[in-house]
């Protein structure tokens, strides 16, 4: 059974950064590329990125690059993402998300809970 | 960016009716390769991440119940939820899975009436 178990909510002040972490169980965690996603409270979903965890390959859209990083730990089948220079804008709930598909389009077929970022002074 | 924009905003349908999202694209998700529309669609129950039920428009993913359809190409889109439960109380959202970025429309949110 595939799960993905997100790191706890996070409080952080404007300017700060912040490092959320998804642990993946129950497949073969090289094979499916991860993509981070976040939604703003009472908002829609926004797509941040993606990383294959084989290879540490990573693309992001223009909105996030030189803003977002994502990493990997083969060693304990866990994802990184990484987001820098926060303002309020920047609260959201943070879903980590598995593609369905090795290859082949975004659409995701697994979740996680989610992880709570509020920027706030 | 392509832009998915979804009607309408929220959506009250009797228990046991059917109930019709739409959704439309700024461009045409035709696949060429497979005559397949890049279209998802998304459950979202309140408190939960969300959950795949559809994607290339019409496929529906496994475990779904077969009263949640999709249907559509091109540019425009429907899901249909048939017999609706109340089980099925949420916030519905499509993307497309079309060239990245992808996108999501706003949501429609579906309650009982």
């Known amino acids: 059974q595939v799960h993905l178990v997100q790191s706890g909510a996070e409080v952080k002040k404007p300017g700060a950064s912040v490092k959320v972490s998804c642990k993946t169980s129950g497949y073969t965690f090289t094979g499916y590329y991860l993509h981070w996603l976040r939604q703003a409270p009472g908002q829609g979903l926004e797509w941040m990125g993606r990383i294959h965890p084989k290879t540490g390959g990573t693309d992001f859209p223009q909105k996030f690059q030189g803003r977002v990083s994502m990493t990997r730990d083969t060693s304990i089948s866990t994802v990184y993402m990484e987001l820098i220079r926060l303002t309020s804008a920047d609260t959201a709930l943070y879903y980590c998300a598995r593609q369905k598909y090795a290859f082949g389009p975004y659409y995701f077929d697994h979740w996680g809970l989610g992880t709570l970022v509020p920027v706030s002074s | 960016d392509i832009v998915m924009t979804q009607s309408p905003d929220s959506l009250g349908v009797s228990l046991g009716e059917r109930a019709t999202l739409t959704c439309r694209s700024s461009q045409s998700l035709l696949n060429r390769s497979n005559n397949e529309s890049s279209l998802a669609w998304y459950q979202q129950r309140p408190g939960q991440p969300p959950k795949l039920l559809i994607y290339w428009a019409t496929t529906r993913e496994s475990g779904v119940p077969d009263r949640f359809s999709g249907s559509g190409s091109g540019t425009h889109f429907t899901l249909t939820i048939n017999n609706l439960q109340a089980e099925d109380v949420a916030v519905y959202y499509c993307?497309?899975?079309?060239?990245?970025?992808?996108?999501f429309g706003q949501g429609t949110r579906l309650d009982i009436k």
């Open positions: 993307q497309h899975h079309s060239s990245p970025p992808i996108t």
